[in-house]
């Protein structure tokens, strides 16, 4: 019985796994590809290349829906293309927060605010150096680095890296040049110039030249009064000077260059184009988009967009918080309450929010991101649960960076906001909750991208009463949305195939258009209808309208759904517990073999305890003393051998009396 158990176990498990292989869930695809000179850092490589690495590190953590991160994405490509012969020094790397993949690993370095970027030294030890800040402007990030690389008090530089930081005297540069350095040069600069340290790391991988950088308060008593000016020191003591004419960082550069033969700017090519590569298995060329090849979706709200935002929003924008505790702990359950009261959902995922809600109403103390994910996956059971897949339906876009979860969030708040007015008007005596207040909450403590929370932030300041009510609240963000699309129509974010305009359009309502103006009792007749339950497009209905989803649907049933998932992981549970029992019984065993011999080592003690530890070796060794599992010694199983040879000896004479004595008969001697 035991094994055909086991062996059904082993066989839905493999089923499920082969229905797992099949399943295609949209994956959140970063902004970079492996043939950007930007460097695709997640959960799998960052060990490997950041902390291990001999290089700095400056990192930029993003979400892939993020409209802002998309925007400043061809900036940080353009400040990785121009830094990529700086590798030795400084690496130029991103991470996609937005990826399931790396939630833990964003949260392990309170990346909250999007885009943020953080600097890593050389052999990262887990110590605070360069903090995270979301400046985007390219000339402060460079000059963050190089702050940041050039600073020996915060960690020792290995020892192949440049000096970067200014030298005192002429005499420290004779102490670093070696034989391989046939042109020593000077930039003199000014205190917090930067151009000294921008052409050393710019020629880095020239071995010819050896390039240092002095201040100006160190050069004034050779009579340089021009800075910042470029220097080359002659071998007879003297000092030749260079770029006359184009005192800026590319004239200096290219002067130095023109020092050098062909053959020796060709193998500092050869060594800068030996930086490491993106080793991703990706085959998307970068620019080309996505195959999202599918037919129109009407303009309706679907479920699966609803169920795909709570999933993202939950076990991630939540996860990713080191500690919910505060004010952040006040904003998430006020949030959970107005979900859990007011989602227009199926009844097992409204359930499971009313789980979750009543859980975090008895907790005051602080919860973190573990705690919280572990807490999210042991309410769920059977018949309450949150569907594990993320599928844009409504809100796909025709590029996976387009679109998805911010549009799934606008559409999540307006079907919380037309659920409390239509709630409030079924049973007048229910006290409506504040959704716009949880929804203020939500965008100011999780919500990803940080320019997009100022922006709502700036728009709830202006919150009225009168705003507050279910009406009012259905109204208000609706003009907000509207705002909102207004100041980002034509940014790069926008998907092109769905630009932004102002909803509804006349084709959806043409009674809420007055000449240019809008009929608010119209509009709000509209929303009630468009965001309503009744008209929310189910789960099992969505496919319909999706081609791609066709052509799947004869590979896979269903998804996997969470209790499928669990019937999985307790399948496992299973075969793991089997195994445990077996290891049980032979370690049983073990123990009792170990104990036989114990008793017999006591018995040896007992009779040979007298002796000497030699003299009871050498017995041993006479008497060929072998313990086995039984018990016996060779003596014992000698004196069985000799009994066994006499037993036989004894049946043949006893055989020989009786059988063959039988047959003879004596002849008479009158015969």
């Given at each position: 019985?035991?094994?055909?158990?086991?062996?059904?176990?082993?066989?839905?498990?493999f089923?499920?796994?082969?229905i797992?292989?099949?399943?295609?869930?949209?994956?959140a695809?970063?902004l970079?590809s492996?043939t950007?000179?930007?460097f695709?850092l997640?959960?799998?490589?960052?060990?490997?290349?950041v902390?291990?690495?001999?290089?700095?590190?400056?990192?930029?953590?993003?979400?892939?829906?993020?409209?802002?991160?998309?925007?400043?994405?061809?900036?940080?490509?353009?400040?990785?293309?121009?830094?990529?012969?700086?590798?030795?020094?400084?690496?130029?790397g991103?991470?996609?927060?937005?990826d399931?993949?790396?939630?833990?690993?964003?949260?392990?370095?309170?990346?909250?605010?999007?885009?943020a970027?953080?600097?890593?030294?050389?052999?990262?030890?887990g110590?605070e150096?360069?903090?995270?800040?979301?400046?985007q402007?390219?000339?402060?990030?460079?000059?963050?680095?190089?702050?940041?690389?050039?600073?020996s008090?915060?960690?020792?530089?290995?020892?192949?890296?440049?000096?970067?930081?200014?030298?005192?005297?002429?005499?420290?540069?004779?102490?670093?040049?070696?034989?391989?350095?046939?042109f020593?040069?000077?930039i003199f600069?000014?205190p917090?110039?930067?151009?000294?340290?921008?052409?050393?790391?710019?020629?880095i991988?020239?071995?010819?030249?050896?390039?240092?950088?002095?201040l100006?308060?160190?050069?004034?008593?050779?009579?340089?009064?021009k800075?910042?000016?470029?220097f080359?020191?002659?071998?007879?003591?003297t000092?030749?000077?260079?770029?006359?004419?184009?005192?800026?960082?590319?004239?200096?550069?290219a002067?130095?260059?023109?020092?050098?033969?062909?053959?020796?700017?060709k193998?500092?090519?050869?060594?800068?184009?030996?930086?490491?590569?993106?080793?991703?298995?990706?085959?998307k060329?970068?620019?080309?988009?996505?195959?999202?090849?599918?037919?129109?979706?009407?303009?309706?709200?679907?479920?699966?967009?609803?169920e795909?935002?709570?999933?993202?929003?939950?076990?991630?924008e939540?996860?990713?918080?080191?500690?919910?505790?505060g004010?952040?702990?006040?904003a998430?359950?006020?949030f959970?309450?107005?979900?859990?009261?007011?989602?227009?959902?199926?009844?097992?995922?409204?359930?499971y929010?009313?789980r979750?809600?009543?859980?975090?109403?008895?907790?005051?103390?602080?919860?973190?991101?573990d705690q919280?994910?572990?807490?999210?996956?042991?309410?769920?059971?059977?018949?309450?649960?949150?569907?594990?897949?993320v599928?844009?339906?409504?809100?796909?876009?025709s590029?996976?960076?387009?679109?998805?979860?911010?549009?799934?969030m606008w559409?999540?708040?307006h079907?919380?906001?037309?659920?409390?007015?239509q709630?409030?008007q079924a049973?007048?005596?229910?006290v409506?909750?504040?959704?716009?207040?949880?929804?203020?909450?939500?965008?100011?403590?999780?919500?990803?991208c940080?320019?997009c929370?100022?922006?709502?932030l700036?728009?709830?300041?202006?919150?009225?009463?009168?705003?507050?009510?279910?009406?009012?609240?259905?109204?208000?963000?609706?003009?907000?949305?509207n705002?909102?699309n207004?100041?980002?129509?034509?940014?790069?974010?926008?998907?092109?195939k769905?630009?932004?305009?102002?909803?509804?359009?006349?084709?959806?309502?043409?009674?809420?258009?007055?000449?240019?103006?809008?009929?608010d009792?119209?509009?709000?007749e509209?929303?009630?209808?468009?965001?309503?339950?009744?008209?929310?497009?189910?789960?099992?209905?969505?496919?319909k309208?999706d081609?791609?989803?066709?052509t799947?649907?004869?590979?896979?049933?269903?998804?996997?759904?969470?209790?499928?998932?669990?019937?999985?992981?307790?399948?496992?549970?299973?075969?793991?517990?089997?195994?445990?029992?077996?290891?049980?019984?032979?370690?049983?065993?073990?123990?009792?073999k170990?104990?036989?011999i114990a008793?017999?080592?006591?018995?040896l003690?007992?009779?040979?305890?007298?002796?000497?530890?030699?003299?009871r070796?050498?017995?041993?060794?006479e008497?060929?003393?072998?313990?086995?599992?039984?018990?016996?010694s060779?003596?014992?199983?000698?004196?069985?051998?000799t009994f066994?040879?006499?037993?036989?000896?004894?049946?043949?004479?006893l055989?020989?009396?009786?059988?063959?004595?039988r047959?003879?008969?004596?002849?008479?001697?009158?015969c």
């Amino acid at each position: 019985m035991k094994w055909n158990h086991m062996k059904h176990s082993i066989i839905l498990i493999f089923f499920v796994c082969l229905i797992g292989c099949v399943i295609c869930t949209e994956k959140a695809e970063g902004l970079y590809s492996p043939t950007s000179s930007v460097f695709i850092l997640n959960q799998n490589n960052f060990h490997q290349n950041v902390l291990r690495s001999d290089s700095g590190w400056i990192v930029e953590f993003y979400n892939s829906w993020c409209g802002h991160c998309i925007k400043f994405a061809p900036t940080w490509k353009e400040f990785a293309k121009k830094h990529e012969d700086w590798w030795p020094l400084l690496r130029v790397g991103a991470v996609n927060c937005a990826d399931e993949l790396n939630v833990e690993l964003c949260r392990s370095f309170h990346i909250e605010g999007i885009p943020a970027f953080m600097l890593f030294p050389p052999g990262y030890k887990g110590i605070e150096t360069g903090g995270i800040f979301h400046d985007q402007n390219k000339e402060f990030l460079e000059h963050k680095a190089l702050d940041f690389i050039s600073n020996s008090t915060l960690f020792q530089p290995p020892k192949f890296w440049p000096r970067l930081y200014p030298i005192v005297s002429m005499q420290d540069i004779w102490n670093e040049t070696k034989d391989e350095h046939h042109f020593v040069a000077f930039i003199f600069e000014e205190p917090g110039s930067y151009i000294g340290r921008q052409v050393i790391l710019d020629t880095i991988g020239y071995k010819p030249l050896l390039v240092r950088r002095m201040l100006k308060e160190s050069v004034l008593k050779f009579g340089i009064l021009k800075f910042p000016s470029l220097f080359l020191i002659n071998r007879d003591g003297t000092f030749t000077r260079l770029a006359k004419d184009d005192n800026t960082r590319d004239g200096m550069v290219a002067a130095l260059k023109n020092l050098l033969s062909p053959a020796q700017l060709k193998a500092g090519e050869k060594f800068l184009n030996q930086r490491p590569r993106n080793q991703l298995n990706d085959s998307k060329k970068e620019g080309e988009p996505a195959d999202n090849s599918s037919k129109v979706i009407r303009p309706a709200v679907y479920m699966k967009d609803l169920e795909s935002t709570l999933h993202y929003a939950l076990r991630q924008e939540i996860a990713i918080c080191q500690a919910l505790d505060g004010d952040k702990l006040t904003a998430l359950k006020k949030f959970m309450n107005v979900l859990s009261k007011y989602f227009p959902g199926r009844e097992e995922v409204s359930d499971y929010l009313f789980r979750i809600s009543a859980w975090l109403r008895t907790t005051s103390t602080e919860i973190t991101g573990d705690q919280w994910i572990t807490s999210l996956d042991e309410k769920q059971t059977m018949e309450e649960y949150l569907p594990e897949h993320v599928k844009w339906v409504g809100c796909k876009g025709s590029e996976p960076r387009f679109r998805g979860y911010p549009c799934g969030m606008w559409t999540l708040f307006h079907t919380l906001t037309v659920a409390a007015f239509q709630k409030e008007q079924a049973n007048p005596k229910d006290v409506p909750l504040d959704v716009l207040d949880a929804i203020q909450g939500y965008m100011k403590y999780f919500f990803g991208c940080q320019i997009c929370v100022e922006h709502f932030l700036k728009m709830a300041h202006k919150i009225t009463p009168a705003d507050k009510t279910p009406e009012g609240a259905v109204l208000w963000l609706w003009r907000a949305h509207n705002m909102a699309n207004s100041r980002l129509h034509g940014d790069q974010s926008e998907d092109p195939k769905h630009p932004k305009i102002q909803f509804p359009s006349k084709e959806l309502c043409p009674e809420c258009h007055n000449g240019g103006k809008w009929n608010d009792k119209n509009v709000l007749e509209f929303l009630l209808s468009f965001y309503g339950r009744v008209n929310i497009v189910p789960v099992a209905d969505d496919s319909k309208n999706d081609s791609a989803e066709k052509t799947t649907a004869a590979n896979e049933n269903k998804k996997l759904d969470w209790w499928e998932l669990q019937q999985r992981k307790n399948d496992l549970e299973k075969i793991r517990s089997l195994r445990n029992q077996k290891l049980e019984k032979r370690q049983q065993k073990k123990v009792e073999k170990l104990s036989k011999i114990a008793v017999i080592d006591k018995n040896l003690d007992l009779h040979f305890g007298h002796l000497s530890r030699k003299d009871r070796l050498r017995m041993t060794d006479e008497n060929k003393l072998v313990i086995s599992g039984w018990g016996f010694s060779n003596l014992d199983m000698s004196m069985c051998v000799t009994f066994y040879v006499l037993c036989t000896l004894m049946i043949l004479v006893l055989y020989y009396h009786f059988i063959v004595r039988r047959k003879y008969r004596p002849c008479s001697v009158f015969c």
